[in-house]
Structure formats: C-alpha cells, structure tokens
C-alpha cells in the first residue's frame, strides 16, 4: 500500500529556532502539495509543486518559510525563524494531476514554545 | 474569503440511518468537487469525489451530489455506521492558471455516528 511518508510526526521547538519537515511522496507522483491545518483557518494550502517545480507559494509566508523539492523522492518544508503562531499540523499529498484525489501523509504536529 | 464552506461544524447520527452533510462553494472554475475523511492523528482520506459536469457519483454507501446553479454539493452516507464518525472535508479542485490542480478545503464537519 503505497504512503506519503512525512517526518517528523511531532516536534516541540522554542521560537526562534530551525524547523524542517520532511516529505517522501508517492514514487511516479508528480504533485507534491504542503498544507497546514489550524482550527481558525482549516486546510490551507502553503505550497504546491509539479514535476518538482514551484507552482504556487502564495499561501507560505515568504519572509520565514520555504519549500523545496530536491530531488523527485524528498520534499521539505522549512520554518526560519519559528514563531508560536506556526505551531499547527503540516500535511504533506501527493499525486497526479490527472486523478481526482491525492494522497495525504499522517502530518507533523508542530508546537512552538 | 472562502471559496468553500461548510457551514456545519458537526453532525450527530443514529446509527443506520442516513448522514448528510452539505457544502457550499463560490466560484465556477472547479472542475472537481471531493470528500475527504479525517481519524484523529491521521492525515486525510480520499473518500469519493464527483466531476463538475456530472450531477451524481456513488459508491458503495457514499454518494455525492451536486448542484451546479446552487453552487452546493452534499455527501449522503446510508447507512451510517459508528466506524464513520470522523471530521469530512469538502474539497474543490481548480482548473485554471498556476494553481491549475490545488485542492481549496472547507473548514470541515464533525460526524458522530451514535450505536
């Protein structure tokens, strides 16, 4: 049963520290999405790839975060400097643009202290 | 603004009788409408999803429904089973531009499906 692996499933930062998270999609999927789920806003969207590039980081606050794809098998999702609002659940999807659905990893809970 | 919206937080259900939970959308370029279900801890699972020029799709115990003059779409489950409780995510996929396959989520309802 093919996964989209994220890592870490939890992490406990201070504020101004590094967070990356890792994603490890589906191999032959060509999107790699990053959301971010909060109870106010629900589902969000921070950045999406296809083909590994950048096609849509309107939602990434560009001042702290980034995201990258360096190769097919390995997404990241950086946080620079982490602040108490970013603590959230990250999902990672993955899939094809020609499918209707895509697959979500089981998430990094994120608590900035 | 959102685009998506579930305008109901949560829903409680006997269970065997039928769950219906509604979604609201604003804008037309959407090509496909899904349902996403959601265990705690877990990331979201695709549930079922219905293309924007069909009116109806089903499988199983899930069938989706849309109707494209209300800009609504409704997830019916019959019969309902306590295994369904969970949170279930409206999804719209765009069509268009740069963002051509993003999913847009609503904010999400909560069904309790009760023995």
């Known amino acids: 049963d093919a996964r989209v692996t994220q890592t870490p499933r939890h992490k406990v930062t201070e504020m101004g520290q590094e967070v990356t998270m890792r994603c490890q999609p589906i191999?032959?999927?060509?999107?790699v999405f990053w959301y971010r789920q909060t109870m106010m806003q629900g589902l969000e969207l921070l950045a999406y790839?296809?083909?590994?590039?950048?096609?849509?980081d309107s939602g990434m606050p560009k001042d702290r975060f980034s995201a990258e794809m360096p190769d097919a098998t390995l997404a990241t999702l950086k946080i620079q400097p982490s602040e108490p609002r970013d603590s959230a659940v990250y999902f990672c999807?993955?899939?094809?643009?020609?499918?209707?659905?895509?697959?979500f990893g089981s998430g990094t809970r994120l608590t900035v202290v | 603004d959102q685009q998506v919206k579930q305008n109901s937080p949560s829903l409680s259900v006997q269970e065997g009788r039928i769950s219906i939970l509604n979604c609201d959308y604003t804008n037309s370029m959407f090509d496909y409408f899904l349902w996403y279900k959601k265990y705690p801890a877990e990331g979201p699972t695709f549930l079922i999803s219905i293309s924007s020029i069909k009116d109806k799709n089903e499988d199983g115990r899930f069938t989706v429904f849309l109707n494209k003059s209300a800009k609504h779409l409704s997830l019916h489950i019959v019969p309902s089973q306590p295994g369904d409780s969970a949170v279930y995510f409206c999804?719209?996929?765009?069509?268009?531009?740069?963002?051509?396959?993003?999913?847009?989520f609503g904010k999400g309802t909560k069904l309790s499906v009760k023995p």
């Open positions: 999804a719209a996929r765009v069509n268009y531009g740069g963002s051509q396959g993003n999913l847009i």
């Open positions: 999807a993955s899939g094809l643009l020609r499918a209707s659905g895509y697959t």
């Open positions: 790839f296809r083909n590994r590039a950048p096609l849509d």
């Open positions: 191999l032959g999927h060509n999107t």
